[in-house]
T-cell receptor, first 114, second 114 residues
Framework: EPEVTQTPSHQVTQMGQEVILRCVPISNHLYFYWYRQILGQKVEFLVSFYNNEISEKSEIFDDQFSVERPDGSNFTLKIRSTKLEDSAMYFC????????????FGSGTQLSVL | AQSVTQPDIHITVSEGASLELRCNYSYGATPYLFWYVQSPGQGLQLLLK??????LVQGIKGFEAEFKRSQSSFNLRKPSVHWSDAAEYFCAVGAGNAGNMLTFGGGTRLMVKP
């Protein structure tokens, strides 16, 4: 089965630093997403991306966050100035079209902000 | 706003026993409903989904779920649990533009006794 790939699997950063989380969605997919899961809490939607623009975003996705599809294969999440509360597992996901299609999740990047 | 409740944080069953994981949702329209499974160190894998039609849906690994609109429930079942089913299970409802945005429940951790 095709996979969504996320790198790195674990990233440690200092508070206030910028961090970029990388994802390679499945090649023919058109919709891209970021979710996060703070330890012990629910998986939360951050943002969806389609046709090179954000289609929806949650309240969590404030000005400190941005997403980009810099080339035909990568999909990145940037946190400009990390805070302690940004520590979480970040999941990238993609799918071909709308909700009738299966959403594929990556195995996540564990971000630790010190 | 939509929400998902999984009342059971932990469940332990014996191998070979039947399983039912509960999920209740709150959503104003006809929901898109999903069950995902997460094994340690892995991403979220889709078990099954409901969009419309037959309220009993079959998924992978022998799982099924039944949508009951009157009870706002979408419980996951398996007639005979295997040790490899030990994992965390998440129920989710899709909302937003064409179900773009998933709202997850808090998860149920399943342990399987030999």
């Amino acid at each position: 089965e095709p996979e969504v790939t996320q790198t790195p699997s674990h990233q440690v950063t200092q508070m206030g630093q910028e961090v970029i989380l990388r994802c390679v969605p499945i090649s023919n997919h058109l919709y891209f997403y970021w979710y996060r899961q703070i330890l012990g809490q629910k998986v939360e939607f951050l943002v969806s991306f389609y046709n090179n623009e954000i289609s929806e975003k949650s309240e969590i996705f404030d000005d400190q966050f941005s997403v980009e599809r810099p080339d035909g294969s990568n999909f990145t999440l940037k946190i400009r100035s990390t805070k302690l509360e940004d520590s979480a597992m970040y999941f990238c996901a993609s799918r071909v079209q709308g909700p009738n299609e299966k959403l594929f999740f990556g195995s996540g990047t564990q971000l630790s902000v010190l | 706003a939509q929400s998902v409740t999984q009342p059971d944080i932990h469940i332990t069953v014996s191998e070979g026993a039947s399983l039912e994981l509960r999920c209740n949702y709150s959503y104003g329209a006809t929901p898109y409903l999903f069950w995902y499974v997460q094994s340690p160190g892995q991403g979220l894998q889709l078990l099954l989904k409901y969009f419309s039609g037959d309220t009993l849906v079959q998924g992978i690994k022998g799982f099924e779920a039944e949508f009951k609109r009157s009870q706002s429930s979408f419980n996951l079942r398996k007639p005979s649990v295997h040790w490899s089913d030990a994992a965390e299970y998440f129920c989710a409802v899709g909302a937003g533009n064409a179900g773009n945005m998933l709202t997850f429940g808090g998860g149920t951790r399943l342990m399987v006794k030999p």
